[in-house]
């Protein structure tokens, strides 16, 4: 029986270290879905992030990989996907945002807009998607809130419009007042932030001495922004013109309650979605999802593999048989599993907005559409210019095997670009990634995954263009250039530099020498 419960199905992104992941833990805190919050970097007495389960993401303190939660608060299903935040692996946040209906973007309160934020709000912007802003860490010292209001209106073009409002600056975090209904919501600290944090709503006349001084202020800045007309319109929020903003510290739980509810009250529901012939898929109708990331390794006892689809329309049933659209093959979901960071059960149902991972469906890759019914294919994943090049090779040439079965596995789930040619032949496969750190996931899950030492050798190629077959061929014995096929078909033509690629394509006039998107940073 389908689950007719509202879905909200959102992404958290930002700049490195502002705290994504500790705010995905604390929004699963007060979901109660877990009992105690986690740090990314497990300090002392508390423990590592749910969502950061990879190794490296544990000993560095950053997300590498997209985590998929789902929980019920207040009778909505929330799916919320954490990201990677740093730029080394922007293709999979963008990847991220092509299953989402809207964004959660976090602000660091001491460094303000950072450059991979700006990044990411114009990613959001080219979507469509809505963003909601969370100024993070006002436990701390930082920039006034009035001057970040400046800073988000003038450099990514978003009008402000604050739903709470801090009381006590930067670093003196008392509470704030909800401008929806002008009282003020005082916090508690609880010992390290790793439970919900005690929190008490109270009228203007209740505020307490302590804290009259901190509450006056506020409220004076609030009628400022009331006759600045920074107020909430919920049609200009979804048409991309406004963005809602609260203050918090996801680290101390504080205003986590109010962004979960916040979620519930203004986050778009699912919606039509267009195909590739410009067909639409209505919510309502036969089931269709695309799937947006593959992963393996989360389950060391075993050999697993799951790709993550978003459901896109219809109920999904376990066992049903649907078709894949790449191919027009059919294949059943006998297996399919919800996910709760590396934490995964079986699926009976899923509705539109619904994380689903497919398990050990090994012809399904990022960006492939399932369907059932009426036939429907959604809008491929692109995939960015890579900008750092390497030839890989077996450390170990007795496990050559395992080797090519690991390059395979991470070139299915878009973890480098694999590129090949007839000259290079197959044992040493170019990886082309957008950020070095890539290779570093490389080399440790090689390692460790797939028992297969890696080797890798630079190469000083800096720059990749599209071509075509008639390009590749008049490429062929150019200096500086050379043509490389990807393993979903494109042929990329690598060059030293951006002067050489320009000179190349000013004296070739007849070559086809495309740009990539880019994603570096």
């Known amino acids: 029986m389908p689950d007719a419960r509202p879905r909200r199905t959102f992404a958290v992104?930002?700049?490195?270290?502002?705290?994504?992941?500790?705010?995905?833990?604390?929004?699963?805190?007060?979901?109660?879905?877990?009992?105690?919050?986690?740090?990314?970097?497990?300090?002392?007495?508390r423990r590592a992030t749910v969502s950061d389960w990879m190794a490296m993401e544990k000993a560095r303190g950053i997300s590498i990989t997209s985590a998929a939660l789902q929980f019920v608060y207040r009778d909505h299903v929330i799916n919320l996907v954490d990201t990677p935040g740093h730029s080394d692996f922007s293709e999979d946040t963008y990847r991220v945002l092509s299953a989402v209906d809207s964004a959660v973007m976090l602000v660091d309160a001491g460094k303000g807009l950072e450059p991979q934020t700006l990044k990411l709000f114009?990613?959001?912007?080219?979507?469509?998607?809505?963003?909601?802003?969370?100024?993070?860490?006002?436990?701390?010292p930082g920039l006034s809130a009035l001057e970040l209001m400046d800073l988000i209106q003038a450099k990514i073009g978003l009008r402000p419009t604050p739903l709470t409002w801090p009381v006590g600056e930067a670093g003196d975090f008392r509470g704030v007042l909800d401008r929806r209904t002008g009282e003020f919501v005082k916090y508690t600290r609880t010992a390290g932030g790793a439970?919900?944090?005690?929190?008490?709503?109270?009228?203007?006349?209740?505020?307490?001495?302590a804290d009259a001084h901190?509450?006056?202020?506020?409220?004076?800045?609030?009628?400022?922004?009331t006759l600045d007309e920074a107020d909430h319109d919920q049609a200009r929020f979804l048409a991309g013109e406004t963005t809602p903003v609260m203050f918090a510290s996801a680290l101390q739980n504080f205003g986590v309650a109010q962004l979960l509810d916040l979620l519930l009250d203004i986050a778009p529901d699912p919606s039509p979605t267009e195909g590739i012939d410009g067909s639409v898929r209505e919510v309502a109708d036969d089931f269709s999802a695309f799937v947006f990331k593959v992963q393996s390794g989360m389950n060391n006892q075993h050999r697993d593999r799951l790709a993550y689809a978003r459901v896109v329309s219809g109920t999904f049933e376990r066992g049903m048989v649907v078709t894949h659209a790449t191919t027009g093959r059919p294949f059943a979901t006998k297996f399919a599993q919800a996910v709760f960071g590396r934490e995964t059960t079986s699926v009976e149902t899923a509705e539109p907005g619904d994380i689903v991972g497919f398990v050990n469906a090994q012809?399904?890759?990022?960006?492939?559409?399932?369907?059932?019914?009426?036939?429907?294919?959604?809008?491929?994943?692109?995939?960015?210019?890579p900008e750092h090049f390497v030839t890989a090779s077996a450390g170990d040439i007795s496990r050559y095997k395992q080797f090519r079965r690991g390059i395979e596995q991470l070139d299915q789930e878009g973890v480098v670009q694999v590129l090949r040619s007839d000259l290079r032949g197959d044992q040493n496969p170019v990886l082309a990634a957008v950020g070095p750190m890539q290779f570093e996931v490389v080399e440790d899950r090689m390692t460790n995954e797939f028992n297969s030492p890696i080797r890798f050798s630079r190469l000083d190629y800096q720059v990749a263009?599209?071509?075509?077959?008639?390009?590749?061929?008049?490429?062929?014995?150019?200096?500086?250039?050379?043509v490389l096929e990807r393993s979903d078909g494109t042929h990329l033509a690598l060059f030293v530099d951006q002067w050489r690629a320009m000179v190349t394509a000013r004296d070739n006039p007849e070559i086809m020498l495309e740009a990539l998107p880019a994603g570096g940073s």
Do not use: Q
């Not at 709503?201 to 001495?209: F, H, L, N, P």
């Not at 901190?214 to 922004?225: C, G, I, S």
């Open 13 to 45: 992104i930002s700049h490195p270290d502002a705290g994504k992941s500790t705010l995905t833990e604390a929004l699963a805190l007060h979901a109660r879905v877990i009992t105690e919050a986690g740090a990314v970097h497990g300090k002392g007495d």
């Open 122 to 140: 114009k990613v959001c912007a080219l979507r469509g998607i809505p963003v909601m802003t969370v100024i993070n860490k006002w436990d701390r």
């Open 195 to 209: 439970t919900r944090a005690p929190e008490r709503r109270m009228a203007s006349d209740e505020v307490e001495e």
């Open 214 to 225: 901190m509450w006056a202020d506020a409220v004076e800045e609030h009628e400022l922004l």
């Open 363 to 385: 012809s399904l890759r990022v960006g492939d559409t399932v369907y059932v019914g009426d036939a429907i294919e959604y809008p491929p994943v692109p995939s960015f210019a």
């Open 465 to 482: 263009r599209r071509t075509d077959s008639a390009g590749s061929a008049a490429l062929a014995g150019m200096r500086g250039v050379e």
